[in-house]
């Protein structure tokens, strides 16, 4: 039983800056691979940032440079600090994760997600 709950999701203002949290919880033996994909209102979800156990990220295009993931693993949660918002951004950020549970359960996981919404 394994379960991600994001955070930190809102109403901004174009410009502005929002920090989303994703906690995973548990019988977690290791969690691998995390990201943060979003989903807009028709519109197909699609990666936004991923990151390796070991720090390693990439990013997609639209948010290179204005975004930032992070890790901390002690706390089994992941970040997505989300700098100079646009209204494109808008959409429901989803925390996803490559987890192996106590048995040797290996599984992709969701979170619920959380809204942002960028006012232009």
């Known amino acids: 039983q394994v379960q991600l709950v994001e955070s930190g999701g809102g109403l901004v203002q174009a410009g502005g800056s929002l920090r989303l949290s994703c906690a995973a919880s548990g019988s977690i033996f290791s969690i691998h691979r995390m990201a943060w994909y979003h989903q807009a209102p028709g519109k197909q979800r699609e990666l936004v940032a991923h990151i390796t156990r070991g720090g390693r990220t990439t990013y997609a295009d639209s948010v290179k440079g204005r975004f930032t993931i992070s890790r901390d693993n002690a706390k089994n949660t992941v970040y997505l600090q989300m700098n100079s918002l646009k209204p494109e951004d808008t959409a429901v950020y989803y925390c996803?994760?490559?987890?192996?549970?106590?048995?040797?359960?290996?599984?992709?996981?969701w979170g619920q997600g959380t809204q942002v919404t960028v006012s232009s």
């Open positions: 996803n994760a490559d987890i192996t549970a106590y048995g040797g359960i290996y599984n992709d996981y």
